[in-house]
């Protein structure tokens, strides 16, 4: 759990690009909940097991029952995966099934490879894309400081 979202954002960047394994953090309204990775792979971040975490009410859960207040979702797709599906730096179809069900109404982003934040958010008409302003949608904003909690409760309340 991280007070400071910059050093969340940062500890994932490197983590991911070190072991080769999806990062994933929930962004709350005072902290950043990074979960744990070693049973991810470079596709895939998991919540459920062997974590023990899981999804309440567009929030998440841990295996105590803490419920911990959802304002996104933020993962890494570190790997450009040349050969293996293509190029996907934004979310996939998979993070497009899970996340508008997990977390209706709620933003999800990607940390991509190719140095972009991109964004989607599902509602009830379907997904879409959830656009950054500058100075939020790119990686090294956010490892630099941007204050993304702060966006997000901004534009989240128009």
Do not use: C
């Not at 954002?9 to 983590?15: A, H, I, V």
């Amino acid at each position: 759990m991280y007070s400071n979202e910059t050093t969340a954002y940062n500890r994932m960047w490197t983590q991911a690009n070190k072991v080769n394994r999806e990062q994933m953090a929930v962004i709350g309204n005072n902290n950043v909940l990074v979960l744990p990775e070693y049973a991810n792979d470079n596709i895939t971040s998991r919540i459920e097991e062997p974590y023990k975490y899981s999804w309440k009410d567009g929030n998440i859960r841990d295996a105590d029952g803490n419920i911990y207040s959802t304002l996104a979702i933020i993962h890494t797709h570190q790997d450009d995966l040349k050969g293996e599906w293509g190029y996907v730096a934004p979310p996939g179809i998979d993070d497009d099934k899970l996340f508008p069900y997990v977390t209706p109404n709620k933003p999800y982003f990607s940390m991509g490879y190719d140095g972009k934040i991109h964004g989607r958010i599902g509602t009830a008409n379907g997904v879409g894309n959830y656009q950054l302003p500058k100075g939020y949608n790119m990686n090294e904003d956010l490892l630099n400081g941007a204050k993304f909690r702060f966006m997000l409760k901004y534009n989240l309340k128009k």
